[in-house]
Structures are given as structure tokens and as C-alpha cells.
């Protein structure tokens, strides 16, 4: 079975984009479109990996990464944070706890790599 990773993503054009690279490179996917959704899927079926973007209309990244490290069933979950503020948000997200960082565009082969060491864990 291979792993599942679940996509926080508000924009669908960047959600999209995200769960067709993944799927190409036969990961299962699961998108939430909020944060709140994030939190939901996340606490329904726990993915072995987590994207989350930072900057997300009512409940951010951030807000969902602290949730999903308070919570017992889901603090194991490796995090890459996934933004386009990439020169403010790198170092908080990485002091912040997030397994990575990934800014907006990302180059496709990096992404993947990133995916595939931390699915790999």
C-alpha cells in the first residue's frame, strides 16, 4: 500500500498541481481545501505525511501544525510547511518544529525528495 499523504492547500490551482505530482509518483492523496478539513482528515485517518500551507484563510498552518502536535493521534505525522513567504516563514517553521520547508514555486525533483525521505522514516 503506499503511503498517504494529505494536502492542506486553499488555492486549487496549487492543490491540484501537488496532488497530481503525487499521484504520478504513486502516493495516495487526500486534499483538504482549510485548515479545519486538514485537522478533520487528519484525525479521521492519519496519513503518514502532512502538506500544509502557511497562509490559509481562517485557520493557517500554523494554527493546524500546533493543533496536530497537541493531539496524540496525529503528533507523530511528519509536517512539511509549504508557502510562498518563503524568506520570513523558513526559519520560524523550521524552529516552529515542521519536519520542512518547501516554498512556493518549488522545483518538482526537490519536492519529491523531500516527500520521499520523510515518507520514509
Not at 5 to 27: P, T
Not at 83 to 106: I, M
Request: some cysteine; charged content about 30%.
Amino acid at each position: 500500500m503506499p503511503p498517504t499523504i494529505l494536502i492542506a492547500e486553499d488555492h486549487d490551482d496549487n492543490r491540484e498541481l501537488i496532488r497530481l505530482l503525487l499521484a504520478k509518483a504513486n502516493y495516495t492523496v487526500r486534499e483538504a481545501r482549510n485548515g479545519q478539513e486538514c485537522l478533520d482528515l487528519a484525525r479521521e485517518n492519519p496519513p503518514d505525511l502532512i502538506v500544509v500551507d502557511l497562509s490559509m484563510p481562517g485557520l493557517d498552518g500554523w494554527e493546524v501544525f500546533k493543533e496536530l502536535k497537541a493531539d496524540s493521534l496525529t503528533a507523530h505525522i511528519p509536517c512539511i510547511a509549504c508557502t510562498a513567504h518563503t524568506e520570513q516563514d523558513r526559519a520560524r517553521a523550521l524552529q516552529s518544529g515542521f519536519s520542512d520547508f518547501v516554498g512556493k514555486p518549488f522545483r518538482t525533483e526537490e519536492f519529491l525528495r523531500t516527500v520521499k525521505r520523510l515518507v520514509s522514516k
